[in-house]
């Protein structure tokens, strides 16, 4: 009979406990289900700023907003709050409504069941200071370019960009002088083409300073080279009026290096040999005074030549 009596009383009182829980879930689904303001707050990741150029002075790192939606989406949304920031672009100084903020998180997120919001910061600051500016010529120095045969340069290296900056204190800008590459070894190069090579940091020893670019692209242009032979006769420079002298021999070979496309152009009219007079000395050097910028020199056969001065 106790038994039975127990059992009477658990199971009443069981029936109620199920007849709660299901009233306070369909309590809270149907409070999930209705529209209220949630607060949400994100953080801030300001985009656009010149570091380099500009100090930031202050920079807020969150907003709150209040969003009117049903439950179901404010906590989802709460998720997403933490886990990505409001990007706000920043070139300069900044200074936000709160309908500006508004508008930025619309075009950043989706905000399907939102019916409102409101910012609850009355502004939003960004503040930058420009640094001081020193602008520095890249020195290529440290630079060793070797070439695969039968390639060679063609034109001038050129560096993008042409001039670096650098930003910071006066004081600290005074004591930089030069901006070089770090010494690079550049072998075996044959089709033009660019080179990303990094600068030797010297503004790391000044904590105040800071660069425009840490790296400049390098453009080596090349072409194929071929060899051009030619005869030229000697001609005496430098010898007082009335003195000559006979050359032994009086023409010498030259050997040029030049690109395939300017081969046809280049001519023995474009080149002069010419020994010096020192008469001094028991044979004279040649030079190749004067050739074409777009050939190189090769060899000069002889290099010397021996003389006999001739008094008119």
Known sequence: MTDNYGSTVRRPALVYLCVVAV???????????????????????????????YAVLQADKSVTFDIVSNGFLAFSRARLSRREPLVLDARRDTLLSPDACVAALQRQFSLSGV?????????ICLRLAERRAK???PQLTGVNVSFADPYALYGTISVEPDTVWLYG??????????????????ANVRDTRSYQLALDPVWLNFPDLHVSSPVVSVTIPTARFTEKRFTLPLTL????????????????DVLMWVSEQDYSRLEDSQ???????APGDETWKVIISSFPAYARIRSVTP???RYVIIQS
């Open 237 to 252: 420079v430098g010898a007082p009026e009335g003195l000559s002298a006979h050359l032994y021999p009086g023409q010498v």
């Open 135 to 137: 602008a520095f010529v």
């Open 115 to 123: 019916h409102g919001i409101r910012c609850r910061e009355k502004q």
């Open 23 to 53: 009233t306070a879930l369909l309590w809270l689904m149907v409070s999930l289900s209705e529209r209220h303001p949630y607060r949400a707050t994100f953080r801030i990741s300001w985009t656009g700023v010149d570091t380099a150029r």
């Open 271 to 277: 080149m002069q040999a010419q020994v010096l007079y």
């Open 169 to 186: 204190s006066e004081a600290s800008l005074a004591q930089v002088e030069r901006i070089g590459v770090k010494p690079a070894t550049l």
């Open 303 to 305: 290099e010397t030549v």
